[in-house]
């Protein structure tokens, strides 16, 4: 301590304000820092979590349109209505296991994936009993009695099955998203 009383008062200012100016680096590049942190983890939460809302959002209403659409097919009042309808399930049913394949690699968890396989399963096990109910020709359905009976024994309870994976998925995404 003594040897900062034999230096001039000019020695003792720069000094101080290089000693300030030290600090006020270490705070500027701790602060870079953490902007940088703070930026990558908007960028994984947007990637991951805002993303992975907006795909399980889509395959909630891929599913509900695939079903709107099998109504449509079924009831269409002629072949040309029946094979735009046809055409337009089919799509949505292709939509729908698009945004679940891109929504299994935006959860973390092993329950969580299997959570997403379980509801690939079931909109498979669904498209599989609508596709082997309705076809691309009108001519080859089977007759309204038949129609309404897998409808309501076997389809409706896939659809709701799925429906209900699906909407699963939503939620735990938006869950996930909130934490």
């Given amino acids: 301590?003594?040897?900062?009383?034999?230096?001039?008062?000019?020695?003792?200012?720069?000094?101080?304000?290089?000693?300030?100016?030290?600090?006020?680096?270490?705070?500027?590049?701790?602060?870079?820092?953490?902007?940088?942190?703070?930026?990558?983890?908007?960028?994984?939460?947007?990637?991951?979590?805002?993303l992975g809302v907006v795909s399980a959002a889509e395959a909630n209403l891929h599913i509900v349109a695939a079903g709107r659409a099998l109504r449509s097919t079924l009831l269409a009042p002629d072949a040309e209505v029946h094979v735009a309808e046809y055409y337009a399930m089919e799509s949505r049913f292709d939509s729908l296991k698009f945004e679940l394949k891109k929504l299994e690699s935006m959860f973390d968890t092993e329950r969580t994936r299997k959570a997403v396989q379980d509801a690939l399963d079931a909109v498979a096990a669904y498209e599989k009993a609508v596709k082997s109910l309705v076809t691309q020709n009108r001519a080859d359905l089977p007759s309204h009695?038949?129609?309404?009976?897998?409808?309501?024994?076997?389809?409706?309870?896939?659809?709701?099955?799925?429906?209900?994976?699906?909407?699963?998925?939503?939620?735990?995404?938006?869950?996930?998203?909130q934490e």
């Fill in 145 to 177: 009695e038949v129609v309404t009976e897998r409808l309501f024994n076997e389809i409706r309870s896939l659809g709701d099955t799925a429906e209900i994976l699906v909407s699963l998925l939503t939620l735990e995404k938006q869950n996930i998203a």
């Fill in 1 to 50: 301590m003594r040897w900062i009383s034999g230096t001039t008062v000019r020695f003792r200012l720069v000094g101080g304000f290089l000693i300030v100016a030290a600090i006020a680096a270490v705070i500027g590049a701790l602060g870079i820092l953490s902007t940088q942190r703070m930026n990558e983890m908007a960028d994984r939460m947007y990637e991951r979590e805002l």
